[in-house]
């Protein structure tokens, strides 16, 4: 079955010494914006958006030090970029689907602004002050990469950092490296360079513990993730699923921590079953 290509605008959204790049498919649907991975930029969703297009108005963009969206050195955070930018396309309320930082990004926005926020869908999401993980909740996989890429770090060799992120978070840790291949992996390799190359981090205070926070949240909320993540994420997503009040759980079975570029059709269904509900 075919899927209905709709128009896309493109827009940019001045913020402090940059823009904020998007691009939006708008209609008379509730809206969902995408949030990006921190290994990713807005298009590691090209292939999900034909998936909700039909039934949602779908924006996306680039955070700062991301794709096309420039680095700046003016104090700014994540969430007040995020709400202005909503202000600036006059969207007064939103979903929210974010994927790894892209979802710690939409757990600060859905406890900062909840009248903003109509319901999140998160996907193996990182969650600001989380407490640290426990060594026996990582697998000796992830461990052992990670190691390697603080090695290749310390050496100022960035391509190999750039490898390794992407061997354990497109690939999964226990799983062999290249297990996807082809135009995704040439995909997350250069997204995660860009962003290799100009991260900054936010700068301004006060940082939102939403660990503490989530039995506040009261808005529709799906979390899902894949069953070839790493371990400690794997539990870290069960464990918020439990704490927010009447949250969905589901287990995405032979997907890593990127399901929607191995199986968009897959995670289009969930997103278009969490807003229907």
Known sequence: MFKTLWMSATFKVPR??????????PNDRPVVTLLHAGVADRRSWTTLVPEI???????????????????????????????????????????LVGSSAGGKLALEAAIEAPHRIDGIFLISPAVGGAPPTRDEDVDSETEAIDELIMHAD???????????????????????????????????????????????????????????????????????????????????SETVATRIRGAKYVALEGVAHLPYLENPTAVGALVRDSIRE
Request: aromatic residues 6%.
């Open 16 to 25: 402090d010494g940059t823009e904020l790049i998007g691009e939006s498919w």
């Open 53 to 95: 297009a039909e039934f949602a108005s779908v924006l996306t963009y680039d955070r700062r030090g991301f794709g096309q969206s420039l680095a700046s050195n003016e104090p700014f955070t994540h969430r007040a970029d995020l709400l202005a930018l909503l202000d600036h396309l006059n969207i007064e309320s939103t979903w």
């Open 154 to 236: 310390a050496l100022g060799d960035i391509d190999e950092v750039n490898r390794l992120e992407v061997r354990l978070w497109l690939d999964g840790p226990r799983e062999l490296e290249g297990r996807v291949s082809g135009a995704v992996r040439d995909l997350v390799l250069e997204m995660n360079l860009t962003a290799l190359n100009n991260f900054v981090p936010e700068n301004s205070n006060p940082a939102v513990d939403a660990w503490s926070r989530l039995e506040e949240l009261t808005m529709p909320t799906t979390i899902a993730c894949g069953s070839l993540d790493a371990k400690h994420i794997l539990r870290r």
